[in-house]
DNA sequence: ACACTAATTATAACAATTATAAATTAATAA
DNA sequence: TTATTAATTTATAATTGTTATAATTAGTGT
């Protein structure tokens, strides 16, 4: 499964005439294997065993490069750093306030409401972002301890 | 109406035990007088008038102290800095993809989705952030004269 | 008006990201 | 297969948004 998400990935790549590097297909390969969100920093330190070369502005230019292609999602929060998501079917994205950590969950897209906003703003509507905010599971259980 | 939310916000910071300066009255005022929903950059320079000698530093400490109690969201895209928003009624952001404009529009709170995450992730839910990205009507016109 | 403490200022530090230029390499066609 | 060429990588410096620090200033309750 995740053998044909990075197939596609590439084919992806070759269509639009971006070169396939042993460094952009090792990003693509971490991307779509973790679940974890990284930041560009955390891929950098990923690979840096496979590439101890690599520099950070090649993981930073591929990112662009792919989010440009829109194999990959990019997500700002609050916090300094950007992170990296590869693009599969939709999904929404739960996030723990007190550890960080995010969960995919899958919801049937929010045509209603993107149709209501364009007729009252009067814009053409591309996409959209829905983000949700809590604690997560093994939070709750500490602070119920601490307590 | 503007004049209450003034009112209300700096009887919030009198009952939340925060000192009301020039500078926090300043930058309150701004920030519920306009709608563009500025960066701190943006917010120093529109008072660089009225108070020369203030410090970006101030501006970013009392914006977080603003956050902190409440009045203040903090809106982060994929771009470089944070854009800040008086914190009224529930209402979410449509935002041009082409010039940055962004527009407020109101919409029923999304009770259903947030449930449903929770049921589905196992999380206590807090809150959400939802953001439409699409082209603006001005942005538009521009597009369509142009070819 | 005084004292106490928080806030402001000026500056330096920091951290994420981007720009630059030289060296390398993937893709293509001979 | 090899030569060619333009894209990519690397190393480094620069940039930019934001935060930390320490000294000075100024709100607020008495």
Redesign the interface.
Known sequence: MSETHLQDALDTLKTTGVRITPQRHAILEYLIQTMAHPTADEIYKALEGKFPNMSVATVYNNLRVFREVGLVK?L???DAS?RFDFVTNDH?H?I??CCGTI?D?H?PG?DE??H???Q??????????????????SC?DVSAKVQ
């Open positions: 990019e700002t929060f609050g950007s929404y739960m723990c306030e969960v969950f919801y929010l409401i993107e209501f906003a364009s009252v703003t009067g814009f053409d509507v591309h996409s959209h972002r829905l983000e949700i905010y809590g604690t997560c599971p709750k």
